[in-house]
């Protein structure tokens, strides 16, 4: 069984910077499509980006592109979120998920694709 685990959230100023890290254990990270994904209050979870198995292929949404970074540690079996000029409209509960294939370029951002989840990390960003 995958086990995915959260870590870095926290309070930040409107502005400032992040990283998020998802430590997985029972299998290796490269063997699963990964993402991460964010639920604001009153509000659907929803995809924030995700990284290929094959490490090659990335996607944002729109929203946060150009300011959040996905990327991965194979050796610590570790990905990670990085975010930059926060906004307050950033604020939420981050999840990492992971997808098990055998797409090497499979990168979804599709919540009911994920088969694996965390139980979330709370970023709030103050204003």
């Known amino acids: 069984q995958l086990q995915l685990v959260e870590s870095g959230g926290g309070l930040v100023q409107s502005g400032g910077s992040l990283r998020l890290s998802c430590t997985v254990s029972?299998?290796?990270?490269?063997?699963?499509?990964i993402g991460w994904f964010r639920q604001a209050p009153g509000k659907e979870r929803e995809g924030v980006s995700c990284?290929?198995?094959?490490?090659?292929?990335?996607d944002y949404a729109d929203s946060v592109k150009g300011r959040f970074t996905i990327s991965r540690d194979t050796a610590n079996n570790t990905f990670f979120l990085q975010m930059n000029s926060l906004k307050p409209e950033d604020t939420a509960v981050y999840y990492c998920?992971?997808?098990?294939?055998?797409?090497?370029?499979?990168?979804?951002?599709?919540?009911?694709?994920?088969?694996?989840w965390g139980k979330g990390t709370l970023v709030t960003v103050s204003s």
């Open positions: 998920a992971a997808r098990g294939t055998t797409e090497q370029a499979l990168c979804t951002m599709r919540v009911n694709y994920m088969d694996y």
């Open positions: 029972g299998f290796p990270l490269n063997w699963y499509a």
């Open positions: 990284l290929s198995m094959s490490g090659g292929r990335t």
